[in-house]
């Protein structure tokens, strides 16, 4: 039997057993077989849970484990960047580019913090500069033709826009620029992205304030090539944008508009429509100048031009010479030959009414010649015949020019009755239809000779070249 034991008797201890702590009481508890019993079985019960919980926690540190490794694999993976069309990328390695120019594809990278892909897009971009130089109008009416503004209005230089040119005029311009990022490195170390088209915009504003003070109102209206004051404006941007090493690169610089003040439209239309008007005169008359000059005289009518204006300079200063040397070489161009020119050998064929001119002359001498030798034949034989037979020869000839002259269309023959007498008188009226034919006729031959006068003069008036001695800046 066991006695029970009193709560508030101390607890002993085996002989020999110190206690765990000098400050606590001492007890003995005695525990019968049942006791312990009782605790083997909720021994066995704890043995199962912890089982159970040594086994959840296994099962659950593998799948800690396996999450681990799928986010570690996620994590590297985490670099890899597609880089599309019109991209290009910059991989970086602790911040330090390794690449600068990857192109479109799908690339491996370090990932985020170690390393990043920063791609950067290098298709075309536009920039509107229709506001800064233009008269103030409300949003959305930049297009707004120039007939519609209002022309009354001064300029108030606080809200209109404008520009100064090189003659100290105000002009009004509106102006597209297109350009692309061609540097990705260069573009993702100096420029912000946020402020990437107020620093272009900027830079063309200021590149083209400068060209345009470079250029006149009237060279700035006229202009109508990329060899004017747009190209220069766009040389200007992109140097400024080389200078800070932007990485961007102009690709076009366009003057949509321009036009002069508002209220100086009208002025401004006058004159340029006189100045077009002078213009299209000017090329009409070298046209019409060279069309002339290449019907005289063809491919060699701007040589004979210079060697007569030449010609003409030696004879006014009186050197004969040179003057006679000069129309030698006149003549031999003329005629087609080969002439030394300051060293070069020229031979230019002529054509036009200069090749008429000296063909007709050819032939002219050529029949006169040849008429020369047949009267010199038709006389030597005729000397033959009054040597052999003066009477015979005389009577021939005097019946041909009988004959001839009787064959006159003035000549009128009248048959007079044999027997009549050596005394005739005759009263005869003239043939009007004959005198008719005559005064047509004469009439005919006054008109040929004074169009033949006219067209002479004509002819000396277009060859007159400006004569007169150059000496330095004055001209005699």
């Not at 000098?22 to 003995?28: A, E, I, K, N, P």
């Amino acid at each position: 039997m066991t006695e029970p034991v009193d709560p508030n008797t101390p607890e002993q201890t085996p002989a020999g057993n110190l206690p765990a702590e000098s400050g606590r009481s001492q007890s003995v508890r005695l525990r019968d077989a049942q006791t312990r019993a009782g605790a083997s079985l909720v021994g066995d019960r704890m043995d199962s849970a912890n089982q159970s919980l040594r086994d959840a926690l296994r099962i659950t540190f593998r799948l800690v484990q396996f999450a681990m490794i799928v986010l570690a694999f996620l994590f590297i993976f985490s670099g890899f960047r597609a880089i599309q069309e019109g991209e290009r990328g910059i991989s970086t390695f602790f911040g330090k580019p390794v690449q600068t120019s990857l192109e479109p594809g799908f690339h491996p990278a370090w990932p985020y913090p170690i390393g990043e892909v920063i791609t950067i897009g290098t298709g075309t971009r536009e920039v509107a500069i229709n506001r800064s130089f233009f008269p103030w109008v409300r949003e959305g009416e930049e297009n707004k033709p120039e007939s519609g503004l209002s022309t009354s209005r001064k300029l108030d230089p606080a809200r209109d826009g404008s520009l100064i040119t090189a003659d100290q005029n105000i002009a009004h311009a509106q102006w597209s620029l297109n350009y692309r990022r061609h540097q990705p490195l260069q573009y993702a170390s100096t420029i912000p992205p946020e402020l990437e088209q107020e620093i272009v915009h900027r830079v063309a504003q200021a590149a083209i304030v400068q060209a345009i003070a470079e250029t006149t109102i009237d060279e700035l209206l006229k202009d109508a090539g990329q060899d004017g004051v747009a190209s220069r404006a766009k040389s200007i941007a992109q140097a400024e944008l080389d200078d800070i090493g932007a990485g961007i690169q102009i690709e076009q610089l366009v003057l949509v508009r321009k036009f002069p003040p508002v209220s100086l439209l009208d002025s401004f239309s006058r004159v340029q429509s006189a100045v077009s008007i002078a213009s299209e005169a000017r090329v009409n008359a070298r046209t019409e100048a060279d069309r002339m000059l290449n019907a005289v005289a063809g491919q060699a009518a701007p040589m004979l031009v210079e060697l007569i204006d030449e010609y003409e300079r030696h004879t006014e200063l009186g050197d004969e010479a040179e003057a006679t040397a000069t129309l030698a070489v006149i003549d031999a161009v003329l005629l087609g030959q080969p002439v030394e020119i300051d060293g070069d050998l020229f031979q230019i064929e002529v054509s036009g009414e200069v090749a008429q001119i000296l063909s007709q002359a050819r032939q002219t001498e050529l029949a006169i010649s040849s008429g020369a030798a047949e009267d010199a034949f038709r006389f030597k034989a005729l000397r033959e015949q009054y040597e052999a037979n003066a009477p015979l020869m005389l009577t021939q000839q005097w019946s041909l020019a009988m004959a001839d002259f009787l064959d006159k269309g003035f000549v009128q023959t009248f048959m007079l009755p044999e027997g009549s007498g050596d005394m005739i008188e005759l009263r005869l009226n003239p043939d009007p239809d004959i005198i008719k034919e005559l005064d047509i006729a004469r009439k005919r031959l006054e008109a040929e000779a004074t169009a033949r006068e006219r067209e002479r003069l004509r002819q000396i008036d277009r060859y007159n070249t400006d004569r007169g001695v150059i000496r330095g800046d004055s001209v005699n």
